[in-house]
């Protein structure tokens, strides 16, 4: 009867495992989208613009990692391009009234800016 108990457990521990396994490989597979960092230029400021600009960045569905420096004005993201393509970031930044290489901000968003964000 032991035996039997021990076969069983034995089998149950087996089965949960390669469940496991499989589960872990498909997690994997799924985190293997093209995964690509870009550096781009985005015109602001102060601390409130890296705020808003990094926020607006990381909104956009497939961006992993968004920042932006104040001193150089560069924008450093990572994202999935299997989800997201770059235009769509630069066009999130520019809709909270930063402009950037590719898209400029419109001026009724730009306005509405603070004083201490105005770039232009």
Do not use: P
């Not at 035996?3 to 985190?31: E, P, Q, R, T």
């Not at 930044?93 to 770039?119: F, S």
């Amino acid at each position: 009867m032991r035996i039997i108990v021990y076969f069983l457990a034995g089998i149950f521990l087996l089965v949960n495992a390669g469940d496991s396994f499989a589960k872990m490989n498909d997690d994997l597979n799924k985190n293997q989208g093209k995964e690509v960092i870009k550096e781009f230029k985005v015109y602001g400021n102060c601390a409130m613009c890296e705020d808003r600009i990094e926020k607006a960045a990381l909104s956009v569905h497939g961006v992993e990692k968004a920042e932006w420096n104040k001193k150089t004005k560069i924008m450093k993201v990572t994202f999935d391009e299997d989800i997201v393509n770059l235009d769509q970031i630069h066009k999130a930044i520019a809709r909270v009234g930063h402009d950037t290489d590719l898209v400029k901000a419109t001026q009724k968003v730009y306005n509405k800016l603070h004083g201490c964000c105005k770039y232009r």
